[in-house]
């Protein structure tokens, strides 16, 4: 069953430094999404991407925060200079488009930074 | 804007108990109601969904029902198993392939 994988599974590092998340969605999606998850919070809507742009973001995707498909596979979540609460688990994301779609999102296992 | 309120966790259940997670929404549309699972070591799977009023959702035992009058969405199971324990989120989506809304999710330990 083809599936959304993301790399690497856990990350630490010191605050200011850069980080990038991997992300491989499913071949025939066009539809990608990071979300994350800071411990004992709700899993939060961060980015969502089609068509080699993005098509939503939320107030927590700011300047320090990009993304990008280099590739005809990869779907990459860059911060720039990290930040203690940017400590979170990060979920990569991929969906189906159009009518025949069901709109159902289906995740990766997630990434857990951990910045200190 | 919208919002999923869920009950807190942890719930721990013996085997074969009934289970009752309850979820609450707001939405200015009519929304999809979803409810999301992650099993430990695995990422966020679709255990069901319902996209209209009165739906009902089901898949592998559990049920929801969307609820308008009352915007809910609680999720049931008649007989839990151990295999059940993982952590259970709601969801909501105003239109496909937008944004989900996600609750905090709750924790469900079923002990034999």
């Given at each position: 069953?083809?599936?959304?994988?993301?790399t690497?599974?856990?990350?630490?590092?010191?605050?200011?430094?850069?980080?990038i998340?991997?992300?491989?969605?499913?071949?025939?999606?066009?539809?990608?999404?990071?979300?994350?998850?800071?411990l004992?919070?709700?899993?939060?809507?961060?980015v969502?991407f089609?068509n080699?742009?993005?098509s939503?973001?939320?107030?927590?995707?700011d300047d320090?925060?990009?993304?990008?498909r280099p590739?005809?596979?990869?779907f990459?979540?860059?911060?720039?200079?990290?930040?203690?609460e940017?400590?979170?688990?990060?979920?990569?994301?991929?969906?189906?488009?159009g009518?025949?779609?069901t709109?159902?999102?289906?995740f990766?296992?997630?990434?857990?930074?951990?910045v200190l | 804007?919208?919002?999923?309120?869920?009950?807190?966790?942890?719930v721990t259940?013996s085997?074969?108990?009934?289970?009752?997670i309850?979820?609450t929404?707001?939405?200015?549309g009519?929304?999809?109601l979803f409810?999301?699972?992650?099993?430990?070591?695995?990422?966020?799977?679709?255990?069901?969904?319902?996209?209209?009023a009165?739906?009902k959702?089901s898949?592998k035992g559990?049920?929801?029902?969307y609820?308008?009058?009352?915007?809910?969405?609680?999720?049931?199971?008649?007989s839990?198993?151990?295999?059940d324990?993982a952590?259970y989120?709601?969801?909501?989506?105003?239109?496909?392939?937008?944004?989900?809304?996600?609750g905090?999710?709750?924790r469900?330990?079923?002990?034999?």
């Open positions: 069953e083809p599936e959304v994988t993301q690497p599974s856990h990350q630490v590092t010191q605050m200011g430094q850069e980080v998340l991997r992300c491989v969605p499913i071949s025939n999606h066009l539809y990608f999404y990071w979300y994350r998850q800071i004992g919070q709700k899993v939060e809507f961060l969502s089609y080699n742009e993005i939503e973001k939320s107030e927590i995707f320090q925060f990009s993304v990008e590739d005809g596979s990869n990459t979540l860059k911060i720039r200079s990290t930040k203690l940017d400590s979170a688990m990060y979920f990569c994301a991929s969906s189906e488009q009518q025949l779609g709109g159902e999102l289906f990766g296992e997630g990434s857990r930074l951990t | 804007g919208d919002s999923v309120t869920q009950m807190e966790g942890p259940l085997e074969e108990a009934f289970l009752t309850n979820c929404y707001t939405a200015t009519y929304p999809s409810w999301y699972v992650q099993y430990p070591g695995e990422g966020l799977q679709l255990l069901l969904k319902a996209t209209k009165d739906d959702g898949n559990f049920e929801a029902t609820r308008k009058e009352t915007t809910s969405f609680h999720l049931e199971k008649g839990v198993q151990v295999s324990s952590v989120f709601c969801a909501l989506s105003e239109r496909r392939n937008t944004p989900l809304v996600f905090k999710g709750t469900l330990s079923v002990i034999a």
